[in-house]
C-alpha cells in the first residue's frame, strides 16, 4: 500500500510537471493595429467641407484621425490579448497642421492621445530639417505628448553643427534605436530603420545621413534575440512595398535578415489584399493619409510567431469620430487660422473655389498639374517682379512627387483653403518659413530639352515623382526613339498667347528664365549623376554664370524688406485661383473649364518612321547610331573573313 500510495504521488507530480509545461508553451495571441503615411492628414477629406465625423452615415470622406481613434478603441475592447498601436513613419507633412507641428507637435500629440505604442520615422519627417524634427519632438514631449518613437538608421555628422539639435534629442531619448515592450507578458522588441529610395528623397536631411537598412537591421535583431531576449522582433520600417519584387524593399529586408518577425512598412502608400510573406517575415501596410487601420492577428507559440488574421478597416463615414480627439483636431484649426493664414487674409475653412468636376493626378498631363504650374508661373512674375531683371518667367517646372493631392468636387463643388493646400503643401524655407521656396534661373534651350527628358526617360525608371508638369511651353516626345533624346519638338508660349517654336539645337544660346521649388531644383544633379551626364543641367544668373548655390536664386517677394522674402508655391495657388471668374455670382470664384482637362503641352507620339527616329537628334543618338555602325561592320568583316577562310578550306580539300 506504502509503495503504491508513493507511485500514485510520482505519477500526479508528473502529471502536473506535464501540465505546467503544456500551459507555459501555450500558443500566446498578440494584435498589431498599425498606420503608416498618414501626413498629417487629422481631418477626413475630400472635400473637407463634407466632413462630419461625429456623425455618421452623411458623407462620403474618407480619414480623420477621431475615427482612427474610435476603431483602435473598438479593436482593443473587442480583444482579450494584448493589442500594439504602430505607425510607420511619414505622420507629418501634407495638410495645413504640419504648419504648426515645430512649435504645437500636433501630429505626435494626438498619436500619443489615442494610444500609439510606437511610432518610426520617414523621410518626410526630416522635411524641416534636423533642428525642424527637434523641435518637434520636444515639443511633443513638453507638452505630455511625445510617444515612443525608435529610430535606428540615423548617421550624426561629427563635423557639422547642424544637426546637434537633433542629436541631442536622441541623446536625451526622446528617440529610441531599439525598445523592448511588454504586451502581456510578451517581450516585443523594436527597432526602426528608413530605405534607399526613402533616403534618396531626403536632401533637407543633411548633414544627417541614414545606414543601409539591412546592415541596421542585422545588428538589431541579434541585440533584441541575443541580449534582450524578446519573444518576437518588430521592424519599423520605412521602406516599402514595389509591385516588381527585384525593388520592393522591404521584401528584399526580409530575405537579408532572417530573424525580423514583423515588419510595419511605410513610404511607397501601398494597398494590399493581404499580407506578404518572405520567408519567415510577415509584413504589412496600410495604404496612406489614415484611410484604413490595419489589423494584424498573431500567435506566438514555442517562439515561432504565425499570422492568424490581417484585414483592413476602413476609416470613413462608418465610424464616429472620438468627440474629444477631434475637439483636439479643432483647436489646432483655431491655431493654424491665427498663426499661418490670418496674414495672408485666408481662414482654414473658407472657400476660395468652386469646381464643376474631380481634378485627379495622373502620371501624364493633366488639368490639375496644368493649373499648378499655371499659378507658379503667374505667381512668380506677379509677385516677384524685379526692375533690376525684368526678364518674364518663361517656363515654370512642378514635379508629380510634390502635387500631393487631388480636388475633388464632393457633394458642393466648394473647395476650402484646407483643400487647396493639400495639393502643395510640403516643405520649408531656407529662412525657416514654412514650405519650399521658389527658386529663379536661366537655362539654354536645349537644358529645357533636357530637363523634359526627364519625363520621356527618367519618369519611367523612377516613377512618378519624377514626372513634370509644365508651364509656358508644350512638347512632343517619340518614346521609340534613344533613351535620353526622345523630345521631338517644343513650343513657348500659352493657349491665350500661341505658340512660338524653341530652337533647342547646340547653336542657340539664348537664355530662358525659368522657376521651379528649391527641392526639386535640388534633383537636377541626382538626375545629373543619375545619367552618367548627360542629362547634366546648369542653373545660371541672368548673366550665364553658374549658380553654385540654388538658395542664392530665391525669389524675393519684397525688395524693400532686408533679407529674402520667398515665394512660396501654395500661397501662389491661393492667390492664382483667386483672379478667376465668378460666373454665377455666388462669390466664390470657379474653375475655368480649360484646368478640367489636358490643353496637349505633352504629346506622346510613338512612331518607327527612320526620320522620326533620327529627326533633329542630339550626340546620344548619333553616338549610339555610331556604335552601332561600327558593330555592324565588325560584323560584316567577320563574316566575309569566315566565308574566305571556308573557301580556302573547300579548295585545299578539292585539290
Given amino acids: 500500500m506504502k509503495w503504491s500510495l508513493k507511485r500514485a504521488l510520482f505519477a500526479a507530480a508528473a502529471l502536473a510537471a506535464l501540465a505546467a509545461g503544456t500551459a507555459g508553451a501555450e500558443e500566446r495571441l498578440l494584435t498589431i493595429v498599425h498606420t503608416n503615411d498618414m501626413h498629417s492628414h487629422l481631418q477626413g477629406f475630400s472635400p473637407e467641407g463634407d466632413f462630419s465625423p461625429l456623425v455618421t452615415g452623411n458623407d ?52 500619443k492621445a489615442i494610444g500609439y505604442d510606437a511610432v518610426g520615422l520617414g523621410n518626410h519627417e526630416f522635411d524641416l530639417m534636423p533642428d525642424g524634427l527637434a523641435r518637434i519632438l520636444s515639443a511633443a514631449y513638453d507638452r505630455g505628448g511625445l ?60 548633414p544627417v545621413t541614414f545606414r543601409p537598412a539591412a546592415e541596421v537591421a542585422k545588428e538589431m535583431v541579434t541585440l533584441l534575440r541575443e541580449q534582450e531576449k524578446v519573444d518576437l522582433v518588430v521592424c519599423i520600417s520605412h521602406s516599402g512595398l514595389w509591385a516588381d519584387p527585384e525593388k ?81 483636431v479643432d483647436a489646432a484649426i483655431a491655431e493654424i487660422d491665427r498663426a499661418v493664414l490670418a496674414p495672408h487674409g485666408l481662414a482654414y475653412r473658407q472657400e476660395i473655389v468652386e469646381t464643376s468636376a474631380d481634378m485627379t ?51 458642393t463643388g466648394r473647395i476650402q483653403v484646407s483643400d487647396l493646400f493639400r495639393v502643395l503643401p510640403l516643405g520649408v524655407g531656407m529662412d525657416g518659413t514654412m514650405a519650399y521656396p521658389l527658386i529663379g534661373v536661366y537655362l539654354t534651350a536645349g537644358e529645357i530639352k533636357k530637363a523634359l527628358e526627364i519625363v520621356t526617360s527618367i519618369y519611367p525608371m523612377k516613377g ?40 533647342y539645337s547646340v547653336s542657340n544660346r539664348q537664355l530662358y528664365r525659368i522657376v521651379a521649388n528649391l527641392y526639386n531644383a535640388t534633383f537636377l544633379k541626382i538626375v545629373g549623376n543619375y545619367t552618367y551626364h548627360v542629362l547634366d543641367i546648369v542653373p545660371k544668373d541672368r548673366e550665364g554664370k553658374p549658380i553654385a548655390d540654388l538658395v542664392a536664386a530665391r525669389l524675393d517677394a519684397d525688395r524693400s524688406a532686408p533679407g529674402i522674402q520667398e515665394l512660396k508655391s501654395w500661397v501662389g495657388l491661393m492667390e492664382f485661383v483667386r483672379t478667376f471668374p465668378d460666373p454665377d ?56 573573313l569566315i566565308v574566305k577562310i571556308v573557301r580556302r578550306i573547300r579548295r585545299r580539300r578539292a585539290a
Avoid at 80 to 99: E, K, T
Avoid at 252 to 278: C, E, F, M, N, Y
Avoid at 486 to 494: A, K, N, P, W, Y
Wanted: charged letters at 20%.
Fill in 361 to 411: 493626378m495622373a502620371n501624364d498631363e493633366c488639368g490639375l498639374g496644368n493649373l499648378v504650374a499655371d499659378a507658379i508661373r503667374w505667381y512668380a512674375n506677379t509677385a516677384a517682379a524685379d526692375p533690376a531683371d525684368p526678364t518674364p518667367v518663361a517656363v515654370a517646372f512642378e514635379s508629380n512627387g510634390i502635387i500631393r493631392d487631388d480636388i475633388l468636387k464632393g457633394s
Fill in 147 to 206: 510617444p515612443l518613437v525608435v529610430f535606428s538608421s540615423a548617421v550624426f555628422d561629427a563635423k557639422s553643427s547642424k544637426d546637434d539639435s537633433l542629436q541631442q534629442a536622441f541623446d536625451r531619448g526622446l528617440v529610441k534605436r531599439h525598445a523592448v515592450i511588454d504586451a502581456g507578458g510578451l517581450k516585443v522588441g523594436l527597432f526602426g530603420v528608413i530605405g534607399d529610395e526613402a533616403a534618396e528623397v531626403s536632401p533637407f536631411a543633411s
Fill in 464 to 503: 512618378s515623382d519624377y514626372f513634370l508638369q509644365c508651364s509656358g511651353l508644350r512638347f512632343a516626345y517619340n518614346p521609340n526613339r534613344m533613351l535620353f533624346d526622345r523630345v521631338t519638338r517644343i513650343d513657348l508660349g500659352s493657349e491665350e498667347e500661341g505658340w512660338t517654336p524653341l530652337d
Fill in 585 to 640: 455670382g455666388d462669390g466664390v470664384p470657379e474653375v475655368p473649364a480649360k484646368y478640367l482637362s489636358k490643353l496637349g503641352r505633352n504629346l506622346r507620339e510613338p512612331s518607327w518612321s527612320p526620320a522620326s527616329l533620327v529627326s533633329h537628334a542630339s550626340w546620344v543618338t548619333w553616338a549610339v547610331i555610331g556604335v552601332a555602325a561600327v558593330a555592324l561592320a565588325i560584323v560584316v568583316l567577320l563574316v566575309v
Fill in 60 to 111: 462620403a470622406t474618407i480619414g480623420g484621425i477621431s475615427r482612427l481613434a474610435s476603431l483602435i478603441r473598438g479593436v482593443r475592447a473587442g480583444r482579450a490579448n494584448p493589442v500594439l498601436a504602430i505607425d510607420a513613419g511619414d505622420f507629418l507633412m501634407g495638410s495645413l497642421f504640419h504648419m504648426v507641428s515645430r512649435e504645437e507637435a500636433v501630429e505626435l500629440r494626438l498619436l
Fill in 248 to 328: 520592393s524593399e522591404d521584401e528584399l529586408l526580409a530575405k537579408a535578415v532572417p530573424g525580423i518577425d514583423i515588419i510595419i512598412s511605410g513610404h511607397t502608400h501601398t494597398r494590399i489584399d493581404k499580407p506578404r510573406v518572405a520567408g519567415s517575415t510577415i509584413i504589412v501596410q496600410a495604404w496612406e493619409h489614415g484611410k484604413q487601420l490595419g489589423v494584424l492577428d498573431l500567435a506566438i507559440d514555442a517562439g515561432k510567431v504565425s499570422l492568424k488574421a490581417w484585414k483592413a478597416l476602413p476609416v470613413d463615414d462608418a465610424t464616429a469620430g472620438d468627440w474629444l480627439v477631434q475637439g483636439a
